[in-house]
């Protein structure tokens, strides 16, 4: 019998999910998506094919992954929701962000969990999925959860939950970092004279292009930027701004600040489990 995927939430990573689902062969008749939001299940129905429900129900126990693709903080109440109709050898397969796995065990009453943390590229086919399987996994579960996981795009597999709440750090909120920058060329470029529609495109191709650059070279991100930068010149007299308002140290004080975020965040939902 086919595996059939439960979607337990429409949002943009469940969208992205069901899209790398169906693009790597799945059928979209055997994918369940779970939504209060009318327009959200048109959507999934009209454009993905797929099956809809606004309230878990019998169809629930058809499932033999059920990915929990929902804010973190109203995960609780979900789990609690869908209890009733979860099948017991369900495989749950959450990209909840800091919920651990011991406590969505308690509020599935099942052990075969695993967590993931996927990123927004996803949704245009370039995403990083970290992903975590506890040991007592059993095999078949293992193969499923990474068949899943790796229709989102480029997975990386973490030794802890503790280095997959750093991973979604990076990766995870690492768009937002990323955009910001966009946002600080494209601003310091407006500034200076050049028309908005061509600062933004500039901005964006120049972050594009290095990222693929680095992507395809076997040199490290250091010699990458030795190369651009001619002693003297230009490019070294920005980075010499950058040193001096030490960006180094400010990006990791800032990946410190989010994983100690993430890290309270964790304990809250777990004391509350």
């Given at each position: 019998m086919a595996n059939r995927i439960a979607m337990i939430g429409g949002g943009n990573m469940a969208t992205a999910l069901v899209g790398g689902l169906i693009k790597n062969g799945f059928d979209p008749a055997t994918i369940d998506v779970l939504d209060r939001n009318?327009?959200?299940?048109?959507?999934?129905?009209?454009?993905?094919?797929v099956v809809v429900h606004d309230a878990p129900g019998e169809w629930l126990k058809e499932a033999t992954v059920v990915v929990l693709a929902v804010k973190p903080q109203g995960l609780a109440q979900t789990c609690e929701t869908i209890l009733p109709f979860l099948a017991p050898n369900a495989l749950m397969f959450s990209i909840a962000a800091g919920v651990r796995i011991g406590t969505i065990a308690r509020w599935t009453k099942t052990d075969k969990v695993v967590r993931t943390m996927p990123n927004t590229p996803s949704l245009v086919g370039a995403g990083v999925i970290g992903f975590f399987a506890p040991a007592g996994l059993d095999e078949e579960a293992l193969a499923l959860s990474k068949q899943v996981a790796e229709a989102m795009?480029?997975?990386i597999e973490v030794r802890s939950e503790q280095e997959l709440d750093l991973l979604s750090t990076v990766s995870g909120s690492g768009p937002a970092y990323v955009f910001r920058f966009i946002e600080a060329l494209e601003a310091a470029a407006i500034k200076r004279g050049f028309d908005p529609e061509g600062a933004r495109r500039m901005a964006i191709m120049t972050l594009w292009g290095a990222s693929k650059l680095a992507m395809e070279s076997t040199e490290p991100p250091a010699k990458l930027r030795e190369n651009v930068t001619s002693k003297k010149?230009?490019?070294?007299?920005?980075l010499r701004v950058m040193q001096e308002h030490d960006f180094m140290g400010m990006m990791d004080e800032a990946i410190q600040a989010a994983y100690d975020r993430n890290q309270v965040l964790a304990t809250e939902l777990d004391a509350a489990a």
């Open positions: 009318e327009h959200k299940r048109k959507m999934f129905a009209e454009e993905m094919k795009d480029e997975v010149g230009t490019t070294a007299e920005a």
